[in-house]
């Protein structure tokens, strides 16, 4: 991997024809939205634009600057984002001014994340505060949430209502792979077993069963990536103390809940309603779609955070819905090939733990929705609308890139270079 | 760090799973898609249960009768055409499960699995379903049932189009009478007794016991028979209509004589008569092409010679549902091969490219056949009088179904010879008192309606 001779290279034909599909793909959303709306909104325009401006001056830093090999990792994340800003659109300019401003954090979220990671010494010194500020993070959005008598797993902050739980799916993979890292270092086997069970456990109390169930199987991810000998022991133990929380804490709501599953059909009207929904809608749509604002499950409630996989099929067709999940695969790949090929194992464990997990929300999402799966009421990442979401899932995105291409600036850097030599050589610092 | 490393393929199993999750998606829409898109829930082809966006239903003709306009569901202007049709059409509400509104909701939406409902979206009409019938043929019909309640079928024989069905009570689906579910004058009126209803035959179940007699008697033709107004068995009496004195098998059909068949019954025997009926579609769940009937059934006593008597001439605990009896009807006209009635001329989006299969319902041995038509041929010629049914060649056989506390149902089951008439009919009046004038008199009313109006 030579990375210092390609970098200054102009942007290659390949990654240009590839934004000029996505940024054509957008610009017919916005004509297909602003076709249905009675009177043009010139902010929907602006979003748009705005949005493939975005993208472009991001892409010609991306290859100019910082590297082009994780370039369709990112593609893919804008193709995806975009998704769920045309159906933010459809709703109305508000939704996808929000929803840009969103994206335009989870992007922010995304350089950052990428900056601090680099330098290993930078990820030990932050293993601690991250620690605890997540879960002081969770902490308090439980006693507030209690305090308002609100749902439980939003914070509202003035005009802002926040997801906490979906910020600390991103520290408690930093957490993990970092805790983990060293093979030698059982104290911190302990201190993030202890944080797991926490997190886990403020989870069971706010009763957000689908993040609970989305912070076990990371857990277990993280387990078996690092597991050996006398830590398995442990991990197992600590992975069923929490699956045996799981299940007797969550079974009144899991036998009510999940009573539906399979026999949606038959509780239409009652646990049945939002697949059913989805089912029928998505199946309107056939392979290409009713057109974009043409459906009728956007009356549906939840429609654009949890049901948005019915509401992509049935406007957009099935062809699209695959091509998402299709996508979602294609970063696993990626998230496979940036493991393998990584300086040191935080990143390998960080970049695995993220792809499994929007693999696992996705699929929790989408084949509950269409009843694969009982539905457990995650978002669908990158995609549904709520900026909490979007940016978990560029921050998880961070990870994939970082394994594989380490986010580098030009500016000459004694610890960049130092660590580009050791990443050749193959040893870990 | 190596073996973490290689842990990375870990992520590969979740892509597999995602791949299966999509394979399986697919595959379940191919399936199910067109039920899950016709669903009454959904509000691009339902509003509050009722159907509003739709194909047309048109007859044979090209009459429209039901049609979507401005997200509503128009029907043909008439309302004894309106009533005539009901069954066939359905309400939009789907109450009438056989009507095309619910039964081919599918086509009628213009579902399919690449375009989903786009066409109905788009042009608010889905794809057309075309019936066989002739809708003038069911407003004279329903005209000539007069006040009466029951069913009446008109169909090709050789082609299987049913060409004339009502049903009878109706109602007006532009003007919904207020005490439909409360009124005993609607009772069942959300059943098409068409497809759905089940009469005692009567006389006409003697057509069964013939074809029995035919297949297991050798010596029948040569016999004869002595009816002195009842038959006397060893555990009851069977009563005649009439003194019939010594006559022979072809004669006792002509005359429907109850002693003769009574005693043709009790020779025979309850197992072998009902693997006749077995054989013919009876005690089998049977569809008419996309419509389920309900089931004939016909179990003969096998304790009470009176009684395994009174069921050798349709009378007892037997009970025929008039789609699956007129196929057996059109076996005896078309040399055996009984087809399935079918209402649907074309439907769907290649329903003009792909023609109808015909599907074969009823089975007889083309012997048994013939002599059963040229015997109900002389039932006309030589008993009812041709004069009655003037140039339809009619074969028949007329009944009397008694029903316990009700006045008697008037049956009429035959067809023409006419090569260029290939019509079976069946039909039956409920409550029309004794004899079978009604039942016979409508039959020929519609019968006539083809002869003067259509070239086979
Ligand atoms: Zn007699």
């Not at chain 2, 015909?358 to 048994?368: A, H, Q, S």
């Amino acid at each position: 991997m030579c990375l210092s001779t390609k970098t200054k290279q102009q942007p290659e034909f390949r990654q240009v024809t590839v934004m000029v599909l996505i940024s054509i793909f957008q610009f017919l959303s916005m004509l297909a939205v602003i076709s249905k709306q009675e009177e043009t909104s010139m902010n929907t325009v602006y979003v748009f634009l705005g949005y493939i401006v975005l993208e472009w001056i991001y892409m010609m830093f991306n290859v100019i600057i910082t590297g082009k090999d994780y370039f369709e990792l990112e593609a893919i994340a804008f193709f995806l984002s975009g998704i769920g800003l045309m159906v933010c659109a459809t709703i109305g300019e508000s939704y996808a001014i929000k929803q840009l401003i969103c994206i335009c954090l989870g992007l922010l979220t995304y350089l950052v994340l990428l900056l601090l990671i680099k330098d290993m010494r930078v990820v030990n010194a932050l293993k601690y505060p991250a620690a605890i500020g997540s879960l002081l993070l969770l902490v308090v959005n439980l006693a507030l949430a209690k305090v308002t008598n609100g749902a439980r797993n939003w914070l509202e902050l003035g005009p802002v209502s926040i997801q906490p739980s979906e910020l600390v799916k991103v520290v408690f993979i930093f957490v993990g792979a970092v805790s983990l890292e060293r093979l030698l270092s059982k104290k911190y086997l302990y201190l993030f077993i202890g944080y797991s069970l926490s997190c886990v456990g403020l989870l069971f109390l706010m009763r957000d069963f689908g993040t609970a169930l989305i912070f076990f199987f990371t857990f277990i991810i993280i387990a078996y990536m690092r597991s050996g000998d006398v830590r398995t022991l442990f991990l197992i133990c600590a992975g069923a103390l929490m699956g045996a929380i799981l299940i007797i804490y969550f079974k009144p709501y899991v036998a009510n809940r999940f009573a539906a599953y399979r026999h949606v059909w038959e509780n239409m009207d009652t646990n049945g309603y939002q697949q059913t929904r989805v089912l029928m809608y998505s199946a309107s749509g056939g392979l290409f779609g009713l057109g974009v604002g043409e459906g009728k499950l956007r009356n549906v409630f939840a429609a654009s955070t949890d049901l948005i996989f019915g509401m992509i099929c049935e406007e957009m067709g099935l062809a699209t819905g695959i091509a998402v999940l299709i996508a979602f695969a294609c970063i696993g790949i990626f998230a496979i090939k940036a493991a393998k090929g990584s300086a040191s194992s935080f990143y390998a464990i960080a970049a695995v733990a993220s792809a499994s997990l929007l693999i696992f929300q996705l699929s929790l999402n989408v084949f509950g929705v269409t009843d694969l799966l009982p539905l457990t009421g995650v978002t669908l990442p990158f995609i549904s609308r709520g900026g909490s979401s979007i940016i978990c899932s560029w921050g998880l995105l961070a990870y994939i890139r970082a394994a594989g291409a380490p986010f580098k600036l030009p500016a000459p850097d004694i610890a960049v270079s130092r660590k580009t030599r050791s990443r050749n050589g193959g040893v870990a610092v | 760090m190596r073996k973490t490393i290689k842990r990375a393929s870990v992520v590969y199993v979740f892509i597999l799973m995602i791949l299966a999750g999509v394979g399986i998606l697919i595959s379940q829409f191919v399936t199910k898609g067109s039920s899950w898109a016709t669903n009454k829930a959904n509000a691009h082809i339902y509003s509050s249960g009722t159907v509003v966006n739709a194909g047309r239903i048109l007859d044979r003709n090209g009459v429209v009768l039901a049609e979507s306009k401005n997200d509503k569901r128009v029907f043909a202007s008439g309302e004894v055409l309106r009533k005539s049709v009901l069954h066939l059409v359905g309400d939009t509400s789907g109450f009438i499960s056989t009507g095309a509104h619910n039964l081919y909701r599918s086509q009628l939406s213009g579902y399919n699995l690449i375009d989903g409902i786009y066409r109905l979206k788009t042009s608010g009409k889905g794809s057309d379903v075309v019936l066989n019938i002739d809708s003038e043929a069911n407003r004279i019909a329903y005209n000539a049932f007069g006040n009466y309640k029951g069913t009446i079928i008109v169909c090709n024989y050789k082609t299987a189009e049913v060409l004339c069905s009502i049903s009878k009570p109706a109602y007006d689906v532009n003007n919904v009478p207020r005490d439909l579910q409360t009124n005993p004058n609607y009772e069942g009126v959300f059943l098409d007794k068409a497809v759905s209803g089940q009469y005692t035959p009567g006389s006409i179940m003697k057509l069964i016991t013939a074809a029995c007699a035919i297949e297991n008697m050798p010596d029948v033709y040569d016999r004869t028979f002595t009816c002195d107004g009842e038959y006397k068995t060893t555990d009851g009496t069977v009563i005649c209509n009439g003194v019939h004195g010594e006559i022979t098998f072809g004669q006792a059909l002509n005359q429907s004589c109850n002693c003769a068949f009574a005693q043709l019954t009790v020779e025979l025997g309850a197992n072998k008569l009902r693997a006749t009926a077995e054989a013919m579609g009876f005690n089998k769940k049977l569809k008419a092409k996309e419509i389920p009937l309900t089931m004939s059934r016909f179990n003969p006593s096998t304790i009470s010679n009176a009684e395994l008597g009174w069921a050798g001439i349709g009378q007892s605990t037997t009970l025929i549902n008039p789609s699956h009896f007129l196929s057996i009807i059109m076996a005896i006209a078309n040399g055996g091969k009984g087809y399935a009635p079918d209402r649907i001329l074309t439907m769907g989006t290649y329903g003009r490219l792909v023609p109808r299969k015909i599907d074969v319902m009823v089975n007889m041995n083309p012997e048994t056949a013939s002599a059963l038509k040229s015997m109900m041929r002389s039932n006309v010629v030589d008993k009812y009088g041709d004069y009655k049914y003037p140039g339809l060649e009619l074969c028949a056989k007329t009944g009397t179904a008694e029903i316990d506390g009700k006045t008697s149902t008037s049956v009429f089951a035959g067809f023409s010879q006419r090569s260029d008439l290939p019509l079976a009919v069946i039909c039956f009046v409920e409550e029309a008192g004794w004899g079978s004038g009604v039942a016979s008199s409508v039959s020929n009313t519609v019968l006539q309606y083809f002869a003067n109006n259509y070239d086979f």
